[in-house]
């Protein structure tokens, strides 16, 4: 075959082989580029006085998504404001002017639990809030020979319920005395109220721990002011020289050596620093710092009385050095710090009171962190898929137990790693649709119960069922009906622990209506409307028992859904 015609046959194969354009356009699959969020929807409303309902112009209206979304926006001379081009999601909305108490969208007054606003796609969602005249309390602080202190930092606390536990929490933005010694804390909502003054920002208050109204290092011995709405208060504060204490010891590992440690003591009653209210986070624990020698040793002084939870971590010491002592890039991670990686740190916990004198000779000895693997499992008779995206988690059952979690596993099984003492084992991401049945570890029944590892291996069934119990109901004040608070407990004083699945609350809508699911069947229940509900106060058993004998009773079976009818009681 000449050149030619070797040349017309490819031609003509090339043109057999090559495939029409239109028909490859039928047969490939139509890719869809990926759709963005056209950031179509917006938030508007107003914000008025709750006294007299005139407008508030040049209020601060700040929007957050997840504590890293912000946009703020300031109100115009009709107290309204509008934030547009928003992508669609979940919302927190502040509102916060001075003279006034600053307010999260949900709440009717301050301190009550706020609601998240879920905005949709090209949605219009309206806002609208009043705000309440924040009160204040000034005065000035003074040394023993009644001279002014200058640069003092002073802040309130209010007692409230965090995490199942009575804490002073911060409250209002905290003052620095002048050189009169003068300070002004306002924007505070009605209540009681202690004032604590220490000399220096929060980072030294290991050297010079706080002082409570009227003087004393002690809050046994504080002195509460009642604010009531609007109204101002006096607080002088006296810094005398106060005794306080020390406490010291040793800290060994679990071979029983003493080793080097970072030690921590964290009050259980007290919680001092910088407000978290914008990130919806209470403020953390007070807290004082200290680290272990060689020899294990550790000394912490200027402790105010009160009790504390002491802590002391080795695991990462003793990793580091043994890394920095190895000195070959090569032979992979030193024992030490591959047992960290795998199990979490060591640690050591003790809890402890301080009364004025000092403490010491306490022995901390650490251990290593639990480990739990588990699997997420359907309960006998579910039929439907699991859901996705649910995970484990860990919640220490003491506040200040550094109980450490880390997380692994795919699908429906999971790891956690590094609990030091007693958790309870819980789950995030579960749809209402579903609920808890039964916690097995290491074939105990651990659903409502603390777990300890005691730096051992366990195996853990989280069983899951889709049969959940729902109580609705309606609210009605004078035969209306109104968006008061639903709490909801059991008749077992033993389950209102914190944490607990069997105590509910719920913020009825502008229509009386309210919705709880998932509490656990075969119970019999209290529920009670109540127009105030604190956030946080249904953790209170106290609380809890005050309202039993004026809420109504009801029974749920398993799968049951009940409806009830509540008139409020007034807080």
């Known amino acids: ?67 890293s979304y912000n946009r703020l926006v300031t109100t115009d001379g009709d107290g309204s404001f509008r934030m547009s081009d928003l992508p669609a999601g979940e919302y927190r909305l502040t509102v916060s002017r001075t003279g006034f108490t600053s307010l999260v969208f949900g709440q009717r007054r301050p301190l009550e639990a706020p609601t998240t606003i879920n905005l949709a796609e090209g949605e219009t969602f309206t806002a609208n809030l009043a705000l309440t005249r924040g009160g204040a309390i000034r005065g000035r602080v003074i040394d023993r020979f ?104 040793i800290v060994f590992n679990a071979s029983g050596a003493p080793v080097e440690a970072m030690v921590q003591l964290t009050s259980e009653a007290v919680g001092i620093g910088l407000s978290l209210e914008s990130a919806g986070a209470p403020p953390p624990a ?13 000394s912490i002084d200027n402790v105010p009385p009160g009790p504390y939870v002491l802590t002391a971590n080795s695991s990462f010491n003793a990793g580091l050095m043994a890394g920095i002592q190895a000195g070959n890039p090569n032979a992979g991670p030193p024992r030490a710090m591959q047992e960290i990686m795998e199990r979490g740190p060591e640690t050591a916990t003790m809890s402890i009171i301080v009364a004025g004198d000092n403490v010491s000779d306490l022995a901390l000895t650490t251990r290593r962190g639990g480990v739990l693997t588990g699997t ?24 200040g ?48 119960e603390p777990i300890d590892l005691k730096g051992q291996t366990g195996s853990a069934r989280i069983v899951l069922t889709d049969r959940v119990t729902t109580v609705t109901g309606m609210v009605q004040a004078r035969r209306e009906p109104s968006n008061y608070s639903v709490v909801v407990f059991p008749d077992d004083v033993t389950r209102w622990n914190y944490p607990s699945r069997y105590v509910r609350s719920s913020r009825a809508n502008e229509r009386g209506q309210f919705r709880i699911t998932g509490l ?15 956030e946080g106060a249904e953790q209170d058993p106290e609380f809890l028992e005050r309202l039993r004998s004026q809420a109504m009773t009801f029974s749920l079976r398993d799968g049951e859904q009940r409806s009830i009818y509540l008139d409020p009681i007034a807080q």
Do not use: C
């Open 376 to 399: 997420f499992e359907r309960d006998s008779g579910v039929v439907r898929a699991l859901p996705n995206n649910v995970s484990a988690v860990v919640r220490p059952a003491k506040e």
């Open 520 to 534: 656990p069947a075969n119970e019999r229940y209290f529920a009670v409307a109540v127009d105030f509900l604190e």
């Open 286 to 298: 007070f807290m004082i710092n200290a680290d272990a020698g060689a020899d294990g040793r550790f």
């Open 401 to 448: 137990s550094s109980s450490t979690m880390m997380q692994g596993g795919r699908g429906s099984t999971f790891r956690l790693a590094g609990m030091s003492g007693p958790f309870y084992l819980g789950i995030n991401g579960l749809p209402d649709e579903w609920a808890i049945s039964q916690i097995i570890v290491d074939g105990t029944d651990v659903t409502d």
């Open 146 to 249: 009644g001279d002014p202190i200058a640069a003092t930092r002073v802040q309130v606390l209010r007692s409230r319920m965090i995490r199942g536990q009575r804490r002073l929490q911060t409250m209002g933005p905290g003052d620095l005395t002048d050189d009169t010694g003068e300070f002004r804390v306002y924007g505070l909502p009605p209540g009681d109220y202690y004032v604590t003054a220490s000399t220096g920002p929060a980072d030294s208050v290991r050297k010079d721990p706080p002082i409570f109204f009227p003087g004393t290092p002690s809050f046994s011995e504080a002195q509460s002011i009642t604010l009531g709405v609007g109204t101002e208060a006096t607080a002088d504060v006296q810094l005398l020289p106060q005794r306080s204490a020390r406490v010291s010891g």
């Open 1 to 67: 075959m000449n050149t030619r015609h070797r040349t017309l046959l490819g031609v003509a194969l090339g043109i057999l082989l090559v495939p029409r354009v239109d028909l490859v356009a039928q047969q490939r699959p139509t890719q869809r580029a990926p759709r963005v969020d056209p950031m179509s929807a917006s938030i508007k409303g107003s914000v008025t006085t709750a006294d007299t309902g005139a407008p508030v112009r040049g209020a601060e209206v700040r929007l957050s998504s997840r504590g």
